[in-house]
């Protein structure tokens, strides 16, 4: 698809309960940022299963329907979030799991299976599980030892970013093993 101003930027998502944003915001005051850094809105956080840059505003109903598949035959897991680092490229903070349960790393190949047959152009990339806490950060920003962060996994959305605004719409819910909400 041209890249448009009609396009959409959509992405599949896991999003944090109120009290584990809370744990979440808390573990993004210790890093010590710079002026630099620009921290994530704790509103915000979210772990992203499937980005989607470029959408035809068309083409969501068939990632509702694609979302609705992966639901049902989706399970829940713990996920962990025990490394705490700085990718160079974008200076990237982040928290991510030193291990992808089985059950995520699914839910995530049946999320981008559904989006691509969909025809959005999903990042087909080597998929990275992290919380992005910061842009702009540099690696001696992170904090030492921290208490990682467990995360009871249940369902997961498909939102729109709204380039600009510092907004996710949110246009779908899903709970694992259950049908839309």
Partial sequence: MPVTDSAWRLFFALDP????????AAH????????????TAPRRLHLTLVFMPQVD?????ELMRAGAAAAVSGRGCRLVLD???????????HLSPSRIPTSLQALHDALLAGALAAG?????????????????AREEQ??????????????FSLQRSR??????????RWSLGATAR
């Fill in 83 to 93: 490394r705490a680092e700085v990718w160079p490229a974008g200076g990237i903070a």
């Fill in 17 to 24: 309960s109120p009290a584990l944003r809370e744990r979440m």
């Fill in 163 to 172: 380039l600009g605004s510092g907004r996710y719409d949110v246009l779908g």
């Fill in 28 to 39: 993004a005051a210790r890093w010590s940022w710079d002026d630099r850094a620009r921290p």
């Fill in 120 to 136: 959005t152009q999903a990042d087909r990339r080597v998929w990275r599980p992290h919380l992005t806490l910061a842009r702009g």
């Fill in 142 to 155: 992170a904090p030492g030892e921290f208490e990682p962060l467990a995360w009871q996994v249940r369902g």
């Fill in 57 to 61: 505003p068309a083409l969501v109903g």
